[in-house]
């Protein structure tokens, strides 16, 4: 009796397009240049990894002759989807160039948008662009559903929450995913794996940049998560203590880093939470490069704290006048 032949597990493509243009590049006044990883795609990838899916990652930024490199990717293995992360400008135009390789190399792909692009504007970005999908706000179980749906069929495709498409070339917006205030506990650590040798003691050309929550607990009017998904702003939520230690100790361990940033949109929103982080980095020796913060919450406690451990913070003043904060909520 012969052995039927296994199907293969599912397979899924990440890219971050964030390459500049050849002549911008040539003027970058770093010579090395230095940037944080896709966490995206770290994040992502490992949570699908879970399930079985096969996962590569192509940060077009940090890759030399990425084309190439992209082209090989797609003539060498048969993707179930490539999946990009979509900001307003760069990474717009550069989305448009990836998808029309990935569509001559491997036309029948599935193409799929995540980000700010496919959350805020999903029909604009399905109408104008060659796209399969838009994941709406954060997707790692919609795009789990996805691949299952694309690999087996095991999914129905109307049941896929916060996914929009085109039906007859009208838009159809699937039900919101629902998220609930629970913490980011239950996804596990980012696999920096994927990203191969761009990431090292030197942390050239990327990082250790980290997220350690999600969401936002204001409700300013000109922010994209000002959407019907969530009527209103996405929870704030955050990892745990431990679970983030997790992550900085792997680094430590398998690259020799101590020096990490946070990319938190407002890393600062549980204090408490905050200041353990900063006894943890403490008693590793560890140091904070950058964090980014509310104004509203610093405080003196905060402030001492971050003596001697946390290199420089940034954050926004968003208006000078009360009249102009209350316009902007």
């Given at each position: 009796m012969v052995d039927q032949e296994k199907t293969p597990p599912p397979s899924l493509l990440l890219i971050s397009p964030g390459h500049e243009p050849a002549d911008l590049a040539a003027k970058r006044y770093r010579s090395i240049p230095r940037d944080p990883p896709p966490y995206f795609a770290l994040r992502l990838g490992a949570y699908v990894k879970q399930f079985g899916t096969d996962v590569d990652v192509l940060d077009t930024h940090a890759e030399n002759d990425w084309a190439d490199r992209l082209r090989e990717m797609l003539s060498t293995k048969k993707y179930t989807a490539v999946g990009f992360t979509v900001?307003?400008?760069?990474?717009?135009?550069?989305?448009?160039?990836?998808?029309?390789?990935?569509?001559?190399?491997?036309?029948?792909?599935?193409?799929?948008?995540?980000?700010?692009?496919?959350?805020?504007?999903?029909?604009?970005?399905?109408?104008?662009?060659?796209?399969?999908?838009?994941?709406?706000?954060?997707?790692?179980?919609?795009?789990?559903?996805?691949?299952?749906?694309?690999?087996?069929?095991?999914?129905?495709?109307?049941?896929?929450?916060?996914?929009?498409?085109?039906?007859?070339?009208?838009?159809?917006?699937?039900?919101?995913?629902?998220?609930?205030?629970?913490?980011?506990?239950?996804?596990?650590?980012?696999?920096?794996?994927?990203l191969g040798d761009q990431i090292n003691r030197e942390q050239t050309p990327l990082y250790a940049f980290l997220m350690s929550s999600a969401g936002c607990p204001y409700k300013c009017n000109f922010c994209y998560h000002q959407n019907s998904d969530y009527q209103g702003s996405a929870p704030w939520r955050s990892r745990s203590v431990e679970h983030v230690m997790a992550e900085v100790d792997m680094l430590h361990d398998k690259y020799g880093i101590t020096v990490f940033s946070f990319g938190d949109d407002n890393f600062l929103v549980n204090k408490k939470r905050v200041l353990e982080i900063f006894n943890e980095f403490r008693k590793r020796g560890f140091f904070i490069e950058e964090m980014v913060g509310h104004f509203g919450n610093f405080n003196d406690e905060i402030i001492e704290n971050m003596e001697g451990l946390v290199g420089r913070t940034s954050f926004s003043i968003e208006a000078a006048t009360p009249r102009l904060l209350d316009l902007v909520n």
């Open positions: 900001y307003l400008g760069m990474f717009l135009r550069n989305a448009k160039e990836i998808c029309a390789i990935v569509r001559e190399v491997q036309p029948e792909t599935t193409i799929v948008w995540g980000g700010p692009v496919a959350s805020s504007t999903p029909e604009q970005a399905l109408q104008n662009y060659d796209v399969d999908y838009c994941v709406r706000f954060e997707g790692e179980d919609t795009i789990q559903e996805l691949i299952e749906l694309l690999h087996d069929g095991s999914r129905k495709l109307e049941e896929i929450d916060g996914l929009s498409y085109l039906v007859d070339g009208q838009v159809k917006h699937n039900a919101p995913r629902k998220i609930t205030k629970t913490d980011l506990d239950r996804y596990p650590i980012p696999d920096w794996t994927l």
